[in-house]
């Protein structure tokens, strides 16, 4: 755990103009989840030819989606490498994370990211994998955004990113970025049973309602509208849901129970696979609700769903994974639009990008 950045790179941080509204009063948000990639040259088990194509596919997944989106502001929504293969190298590592960088940095775009509990899976065997010298490979880039903290607290790249007025230097909205973490894991970060996923510990939730009433009390007392990114969903997602028995029609099947989703429930996508939420915990959410400045959070994690979910007035929205390097099938991601002139609204549409090439992958 760790807050700030390294040393070498504070003075990019000093140096970079806040996240500001367009003129037009508009902040456009590419979020890209489940990127997945991995330096083909890793895999040995198979035709060449067929991890070339996958990270092929998924950087064209990258940049077809800056183009159709041209954002303010990209975030990468975790596992953004399948950092599971214990084949890699800390310069396998280095060289993944700046490819995924390069169709963002090729035209300048402001980037974020949250970890997955894939990105550092093989650090326990791999120590180089660590999430904080991940994100010390991110700040090589001149316009990331994110830090290893805005505190010291649990977890790594949890941060708050203020969007600026076209014409002030007061905050429109806000951006939270939250790390979900990975799994939980014995004292000596071993993981020799399952013990399940990990979850957003209490320090990470007081950290975050710390800096949401330094924000209110910026803003006259007034809560600032906030959008929140992490990359597994809360429990909450399941309160909607309606639990039968088995062998229902149309039943989806979660740890050994059962549910068939309402006809209106989402009010836009599809839930294509069992949900996979954080742990049995909910303090995270009922922390949002708490404060009542989120309008909405985004996941990753179920690479397959793009609902939204709207939870005690807190829009749960899921958006399809991008990488190829891992299940899925349609590819792509997630535009977001704030409007600084109308607060706790947002407008969002999903990208899905076709494929290039026919070959297998």
């Known amino acids: 755990m760790a807050s700030g950045l390294p040393t070498a790179f504070r003075h990019i941080k000093d140096n970079q103009k806040p996240l500001r509204f367009n003129s037009n009063g508009k902040f456009r948000i590419l979020h890209l989840t489940d990127i997945h990639e991995v330096d083909p040259a890793m895999d040995d088990d198979e035709d060449p030819e067929i991890p070339k194509r996958k990270s092929e596919e998924t950087i064209n997944v990258i940049r077809k989606c800056v183009e159709l989106a041209k954002p303010d502001l990209v975030v990468f929504g975790g596992d ?73 607290v649990f977890g790594c790249a949890n941060c708050s990113l203020p969007v600026l007025h076209s014409n002030s230097d007061k905050i429109a909205w806000n951006i939270w970025c939250v790390d979900s973490n990975d799994y939980i894991r014995q004292s000596d970060y071993s993981r020799p049973v399952d013990l399940g996923y990990d979850y957003v510990h209490e320090d990470q939730i007081a ?63 599809r839930l294509n696979e069992a949900p996979s939420p954080t742990n049995e915990r909910r303090d995270e959410f009922e922390s949002w609700v708490r404060t009542g400045d989120i309008v909405a959070a985004f996941f990753g994690h179920d690479h397959v769903n793009d609902f939204t979910e709207n939870v005690e007035g807190i829009d749960l929205v899921q958006t399809i994974g991008a990488g190829y390097h891992t299940y899925g099938g349609e590819r792509g991601g997630r535009l977001i639009i704030l409007d600084e002139n109308v607060p706790y609204k947002y407008e969002t549409e999903i990208y899905r990008i076709d494929r290039i090439s026919n070959g297998k992958v």
């Open 80 to 152: 953004n490498i399948s950092g599971f293969w214990e084949e890699f190298t800390y310069e396998y590592m280095r060289s993944t994370i700046k490819k995924i960088i390069a169709p963002i940095a090729e035209k300048n775009i402001p980037l974020a990211i949250v970890f997955g509990n894939h990105d550092a899976e093989s650090a326990y065997v791999n120590p180089f994998m660590q999430r904080e010298n991940q994100i010390c490979v991110y700040c090589e880039y001149d316009n990331f955004r994110s830090s290893m903290n805005d505190e010291d």
């Open 207 to 269: 950290w975050r309602e710390r800096t949401a009433l330094k924000l209110r009390e910026q803003n006259g007392g007034k809560n600032v509208p906030s959008i929140l990114f992490q990359h597994i969903p809360v429990l909450q997602e399941y309160d909607r849901f309606e639990e039968v028995s088995k062998g229902t029609d149309g039943a989806f099947e979660n740890n050994g129970r059962y549910y068939k989703v309402p006809d209106d429930v989402f009010s836009s996508g």
